[in-house]
T-cell receptor, first 111, second 114 residues
Framework: KQEVTQIPAALSVPEGENLVLNCSFT??????LQWFRQDPGKGLTSLLL?????REQTSGRLNASLDKSSGRSTLYIAASQPGDSATYLC??????????FGTGTSLTVIP | DGGITQSPKYLFRKEGQNVTLSCEQN?????MYWYRQDPGQGLRLIYY???????QKGDIAEGYSVSREKKESFPLTVTSAQKNPTAFYLC?????????????FGPGTRLLVL
């Protein structure tokens, strides 16, 4: 069964810093990988979706990369802002159409 | 505005009671999903439906039931058989085939046991 791990569980950085969030998965036979943002007590907002044939996706200050062979994805956030404070979740969909979520990284950007 | 709505925001359940969580979408999406989120754990799939009048069990379906009579609606019932129902419940939808499209999430319902 696929296992998705996110490290670190929590991260605190000063405003303006560039940062990297990590996601690893145990089975490289995935269909795609998504990064989500969740604010406290709220639903999830999709940030980026990377198809298995892609290496990376970019949206504004966010860049997500995917290395299927090593079972890793990273979410890079440039020039962090206090409004970026949230929990970031990665999720993989395997070739059996099963959806697996990581436990998330809680990010705090200090003004 | 297009989107997914969930109600209520908070729900309280007494022992032995069945409760129903509402999920409605006006995105014209075929597929809808229910997840449960517990502290320190990733989201876990309860049920999903890829078309009206059809639904499939997810990883933790025991103690839950769903229906999909309309494309827009996918209510989740937490039955008395679910012994640990306290959690944050999230509904999601996607355009069509699972895995090819982004899932859009509702704001969630927090269920508490009295």
């Amino acid at each position: 069964k696929q296992e998705v791990t996110q490290i670190p569980a929590a991260l605190s950085v000063p405003e303006g810093e560039n940062l990297v969030l990590n996601c690893s998965f145990t089975d490289s036979a995935i269909y795609n990988l998504q990064w989500f943002r969740q604010d406290p007590g709220k639903g999830l907002t999709s940030l980026l979706l990377i198809q298995s044939s892609q290496r990376e996706q970019t949206s504004g200050r966010l860049n997500a990369s995917l290395d299927k062979s090593s079972g890793r994805s990273t979410l890079y956030i440039a020039a962090s802002q206090p409004g970026d404070s949230a929990t970031y979740l990665c999720a993989v969909i395997d070739t059996g159409n099963q959806f697996y979520f990581g436990t998330g990284t809680s990010l705090t950007v200090i003004p | 505005d297009g989107g997914i709505t969930q109600s209520p925001k908070y729900l309280f359940r007494k022992e032995g009671q069945n409760v129903t969580l509402s999920c409605e979408q006006n995105l014209n999406h075929d597929a809808m999903y229910w997840y449960r989120q517990d502290p320190g754990q990733g989201l876990r799939l309860i049920y999903y439906s890829q078309i009206v009048n059809d639904f499939q069990k997810g990883d933790i379906a025991e103690g839950y039931s769903v229906s999909r009579e309309k494309k827009e609606s996918f209510p989740l019932t937490v039955t008395s058989a679910q012994k640990n129902p306290t959690a944050f419940y999230l509904c999601a939808s996607s355009i069509g085939v699972w895995g090819q499209e982004t899932q859009y999430f509702g704001p969630g319902t927090r269920l508490l046991v009295l």
